[in-house]
């Protein structure tokens, strides 16, 4: 078996430096999964033996999602109802198999998952089969938030014989905490199962019951937890050292959420009715990842609904680029799950077309991805000899990074929605998945 591999690009990324850097000769380690090193190759220069030719193409990091649902697919296909309700668990395991090896193809090589939505804990035994040297199947570098926190009476599935139970039929969306005892108690099970992550509901239309009477106050979105569970729930996680999300669309809950120092938030699609907010997001002492989610609005928007929430998004993403780049800290996540997996590129597609140079975009879709969902601590690790697992830097195609590479054929600057979904080569950990266009054999 080969030690080694050498990719020869014609043009590489390099989302540090917001560049295209020609003629770029990578090694990377079949035993570790990392980068050796990067160097220039000049024209006339001998090829090493066995070469990975791909002149022709734009090498880029590996794409990062840090907003997918595995265990969820298209709302145009099944409402969430009736994924949550219908779908056995098995069925809807197969299905996030499926889900992974498309997202791979699609060229993303790490994804945040942020939630079973009802699957229980099948995303962390999910995570074992994507993972190490000879994973069971193919798909990205996979992080898991479990079970999601809402209040009780919050989140569905909602029943209609029953008001006051939970769920239907035992099946819960997420997990359900209230007060600061429950709160603890919740994040520590999360943690104890194996998470990489907690994700709360800050807010959400509680009051959904009301849809036949009230249409209005029944789809709008309002506090779950009070400000003492808020900061429970974060200082929680923090003091073990992971990462905590929050779901939330309403100013008010946005300010209380960035005061108590959460790391990311999800959609946030009213930040652009509060000028004070969005200067609070681009300050120096704020360390929260925004995440706009842009994908899921669009998506809900061209099936005919939530068009106010679509233009609400696109406010808001247009008030933090206004804010200067690099002064707000961005990744990109879709809500990928409702809409299709494999279409993760949308997200990046739709920041582009809203005013955002493609360079930053790239640098979100990738270093930024790393960067959220690590807090970008993780360069310690670059050197590690055992490497085969989440706990290596990515993002980045430099010594010591993970060998998570893509080869595009097009032109970022002319076409870059085009450029980014014509995905012709993926290397996931030191491992070709697709070559040619075409998925390899790879085990």
Known sequence: MKMTSRILAGQLFDPYLLELVPNQLITVSHQTGLVLHVCSFKAGDELPPETIDLRHLTVVPGFVDVHVHFFLHSYSETSWVDQVTKESLSERTVRATVHARKTLMAGYTSVRDLGTEGAEDADISLRKCLSGREPLI???????????????????????????????????????????????????????????????????????????????????????????????????????????????????????????????????????????????????????????????????????????????????????????????????????????????????????????????????????????????TQIAAAGAADSDDNAVPFGCIRAGWAADLVGLDGDLAADFAKTIRRVEFVMKAGTVYKQNGREVSWN
């Open 138 to 376: 193919p798909g990205p570098r996979y992080f898991t938030a479990n079970r999601a926190i809402v209040s009780t009476g919050s989140y569905g599935p909602k029943g209609s014989l029953h008001m006051n139970r939970e769920g239907i039929e035992g099946v819960v969306g997420a997990e359900a905490a209230d007060g600061t005892a429950e709160c603890i108690r919740a994040v520590r099970k999360q943690i104890g199962a194996g998470a990489d992550w907690i994700k709360i509901y800050a807010d959400y239309p509680v009051r959904s019951r009301l849809t036949d009477v009230a249409p209005r106050l029944a789809s709008r979105s309002i506090r779950t937890f009070n400000n003492d569970e808020l900061k429970t729930l974060i200082d929680t996680a923090h003091q073990y050292d992971v990462r905590i999300a929050a779901h939330a669309k309403t100013a008010a809950v946005i300010k209380d959420l960035l005061d108590l120092g959460i790391d990311s938030i999800e959609h946030a699609s009213d930040l652009h009715t509060s000028a004070d907010l969005v200067r609070t997001l681009a300050s120096p002492r704020c360390r929260t990842v925004y995440v706009p989610t842009l994908a899921a609005y669009h998506s809900l928007a061209a099936r005919g609904g939530g068009s106010d929430a679509w233009e609400a998004s696109q406010a808001s993403f247009a008030a933090v680029l206004a804010q200067g780049l690099g002064n707000v800290a961005i990744a990109c996540g879709g809500d990928t799950g409702v809409f299709p997996h494999g279409e993760n590129a949308l997200e990046m597609e739709l920041m582009e077309r809203l005013g955002a140079p493609w360079e930053w975009v790239l640098r979100w879709g990738t270093l930024g991805g790393w960067e959220c969902i690590t807090g970008g």
